[in-house]
């Protein structure tokens, strides 16, 4: 079977990094390279992966800009800088930069766009994979499901839900394709994106409902008519975008294998990953790493 799957680099690594910090003190190399964010994505990835067995893998990452952003300056304005920003940065810049390469794992970025615009694109694009799975931590991705696409939502590693299109209806009470159309009625708090007043999630499904899931009956519709023009404006922000420069990205690129245990063990062993360098010999063969040759 051709499993292919697309990890939200930020939402995973934000959510794995948050965690260790505070379940243990912050991790650091001997020389003081910061590792906490590092060591978590990476513990998290590797387990997902040996879990649920993809051939094909790559992490899709926000590579600057935001056309969103420059469309409406109060999209995600409600969210602050940490007060360790930097050190997140340094971090998140080392998986992208040293971590995946030694995993043999693409990172995808194409700035102006989010990483959801970025998956979006590729599983609706990965026509020949029998099976199409998004880690995520993130609901708004939920939008992708389809009958061959399902979200994996990572809460921690002893949590994790599966999400296909019966699990999306009966959350939502609407087909997954249909989840902007309801956010763009009810808001989104988390991306600072208010809502049509006297409308919530529920009443948003209701209305989506009793308009067949068709735009401009729902536009028409006495609670939104109205509003209509701040509902377009809300479903253009909250609707993943085709990024029209991955229509034709070859997918071979993100087979499994493409580094060597070599590579991994190096680089386990710069950031003082002993843990996993125990499980070096493992990790490899379930990254399909070449031999050393």
């Given at each position: 079977?051709?499993?292919?799957?697309?990890v939200?680099?930020?939402?995973?690594?934000?959510?794995?990094?948050?965690a260790?910090?505070?379940?243990?003190?912050?991790?650091s190399?001997?020389?003081?390279?910061?590792?906490?964010?590092?060591y978590?994505?990476?513990?998290?990835?590797?387990?997902?992966?040996?879990?649920?067995?993809?051939?094909?893998?790559?992490?899709?990452?926000?590579?600057?800009?935001?056309?969103?952003?420059?469309?409406?300056?109060?999209?995600?304005?409600?969210?602050?800088?940490?007060p360790?920003?930097?050190?997140?940065?340094?971090?998140?810049?080392?998986?992208?930069?040293?971590?995946?390469?030694?995993?043999?794992?693409?990172?995808?970025?194409?700035?102006?766009?989010?990483?959801?615009d970025?998956?979006?694109?590729?599983?609706?694009?990965?026509?020949d994979?029998?099976?199409?799975l998004?880690?995520?931590?993130?609901?708004?991705?939920?939008?992708?499901?389809?009958?061959?696409?399902?979200?994996?939502?990572?809460?921690?590693?002893?949590?994790?839900?599966?999400?296909?299109?019966?699990?999306?209806?009966?959350?939502?009470?609407?087909?997954?394709?249909e989840?902007?159309?309801?956010?763009?009625?009810?808001?989104?708090?988390?991306?600072?994106?208010s809502?049509?007043?006297?409308?919530?999630?529920?009443?948003?499904?209701?209305?989506?409902?009793?308009?067949?899931?068709?735009?401009?009956?729902?536009?028409?519709?006495?609670?939104?008519?109205?509003?209509?023009?701040k509902?377009?404006?809300?479903?253009r922000?909250?609707?993943?975008?085709?990024?029209?420069?991955l229509?034709?990205?070859?997918?071979?690129?993100?087979?499994?294998?493409?580094?060597?245990?070599?590579?991994?063990?190096?680089?386990?062993?710069?950031y003082e990953?002993?843990?996993?360098?125990?499980r070096?010999?493992?990790?490899?063969?379930?990254?399909?790493l070449?031999?050393?040759?």
């Amino acid at each position: 079977m051709k499993r292919l799957l697309l990890v939200d680099f930020y939402a995973l690594f934000h959510r794995s990094r948050n965690a260790l910090l505070r379940a243990t003190r912050e991790l650091s190399t001997s020389d003081g390279r910061p590792t906490t964010g590092t060591y978590g994505f990476t513990n998290n990835l590797i387990s997902v992966i040996s879990s649920y067995e993809p051939t094909h893998t790559a992490v899709c990452y926000d590579a600057g800009g935001n056309w969103r952003k420059e469309e409406d300056a109060s999209y995600k304005a409600n969210r602050v800088a940490g007060p360790d920003q930097d050190t997140f940065r340094e971090e998140a810049a080392a998986v992208l930069d040293d971590i995946l390469p030694a995993l043999g794992i693409p990172a995808v970025g194409i700035r102006g766009y989010e990483a959801d615009d970025s998956i979006f694109t590729l599983a609706r694009d990965a026509i020949d994979f029998d099976e199409v799975l998004i880690l995520t931590c993130d609901q708004d991705i939920l939008q992708c499901v389809s009958e061959k696409v399902k979200v994996i939502l990572f809460n921690s590693a002893k949590k994790v839900q599966v999400m296909g299109e019966k699990e999306v209806e009966e959350k939502w009470g609407i087909h997954p394709a249909e989840l902007p159309l309801v956010k763009a009625l009810c808001g989104d708090g988390a991306d600072n994106i208010s809502g049509i007043k006297g409308i919530g999630p529920k009443t948003a499904a209701k209305i989506v409902n009793e308009c067949g899931g068709a735009w401009t009956r729902v536009l028409s519709h006495p609670k939104v008519e109205p509003f209509s023009e701040k509902a377009t404006a809300n479903l253009r922000l909250v609707a993943s975008t085709y990024v029209r420069e991955l229509q034709d990205v070859n997918f071979d690129e993100f087979l499994l294998g493409n580094s060597t245990v070599r590579d991994l063990e190096r680089t386990f062993t710069s950031y003082e990953f002993s843990a996993l360098m125990k499980r070096a010999a493992k990790i490899s063969k379930t990254l399909k790493l070449k031999a050393n040759g």
